[in-house]
């Protein structure tokens, strides 16, 4: 894991970012990970360059293939009644 050090940074900038970590229930260090995070996330073109490599990589399927995979998925998707109504053989 990387870390860093922010230098030069105002006190009553420190001390409000500090206020919204309590109020939030978590440390000032974690409060910084989440924002940092949260500004350094793909933006959507770079969301969707990394989605048009993964298909370039990938082979196209035929119609049939297409069918039989969104069949089973669609099978996946229903709830399951895993109660048979027969009693157990205890």
Do not use: C, Y
Not at 42 to 63: C, F
Not at 66 to 87: C, L, M, Y
Request: overall charge negative.
């Amino acid at each position: 894991m990387a870390s860093m050090v922010i230098r030069n940074l105002p006190d009553d900038v420190l001390e409000r970012f500090k206020a919204r970590a309590k109020a939030k229930g978590v440390s000032t260090e974690q409060l910084a990970r989440e924002v940092i995070s949260e500004k350094a996330g793909m933006t959507r073109e770079e969301a969707w360059a990394e989605i048009d490599a993964i298909r370039a990589k990938s082979k196209p399927i035929d119609r049939e293939t297409w069918e039989k995979i969104w069949a089973e998925h669609k099978a996946d998707q229903e709830p399951r009644n895993t109660f048979s109504g027969e009693p157990h053989g205890d």
